[in-house]
């Protein structure tokens, strides 16, 4: 233990307070056991929102979740609404085809979506619990509410050429997260 905390932190959990509460109040609320954190960032700033990776050994699925607004520079990424192109770098990163480039979403769900996805690249977790022996049989999930869900649906698309069956479910997404054509794209493994 360290000097000052209440108890061992693990390196997959970031951004928590001394005391764990921030993972203590999702494990209490949705019944998982911390063993079935694989990861957790509850860092929050412009851009950059909490999420966590578990495990739902009940549906047999890797579940990335993304929290909604909630602190006043969430309420700034949620305003951060001018129309942001996916751009050409973004399409070759995600292996998406060149002429998705200019399609246009939200430039705060967006800038959330990319910072996701370079951690997840980051790390490498998510890539690590999708092909592993004991996870080979489940599927993943991209989950988020309110500004979470904006966030989701862009990541869902930016992680679909990878995980082809993946599924986002978006709680209260914001009706101006993407252009149309990105939107109807998406309803094949969006809901």
Not at 32 to 58: M, Q, T
Not at 62 to 91: K, N, Q, W, Y
Not at 93 to 106: F, I, M, P, R, V
Request: proline share 3%; hydrophobic share 40%; glycine share 10%.
């Amino acid at each position: 233990y360290r000097w000052g905390s209440c108890r061992r932190r693990g390196e997959n959990v970031i951004g928590d307070n001394c005391c764990g509460w921030k993972q203590a109040s999702v494990l209490k609320s949705i019944g998982v056991r911390e063993s079935d954190v694989l990861y957790a960032n509850f860092n929050n700033d412009l851009g950059i929102s909490p999420y966590i990776i578990l495990v739902d050994r009940k549906w047999k699925t890797i579940v990335l979740a993304i929290r909604g607004t909630l602190s006043l520079e969430d309420m700034v990424s949620d305003v951060t609404i001018s129309p942001t192109p996916l751009g050409e770098d973004l399409c070759r990163e995600c292996g998406l085809d060149a002429d998705w480039k200019d399609e246009q979403c939200h430039a705060g769900m967006l800038a959330g979506a990319k910072w996701i996805y370079d951690e997840l690249k980051r790390h490498g977790l998510l890539d690590e619990a999708m092909t592993s022996r004991e996870f080979a049989k489940f599927r993943l999930r991209v989950i988020g509410h309110s500004l979470g869900a904006g966030i989701a649906a862009i990541l869902g698309w930016m992680l679909r050429g990878k995980y082809p069956m993946l599924r986002c479910l978006c709680f209260s997404p914001p009706g101006c997260v993407s252009t149309e054509r990105l939107a109807r794209e998406s309803k094949e493994f969006t809901w």
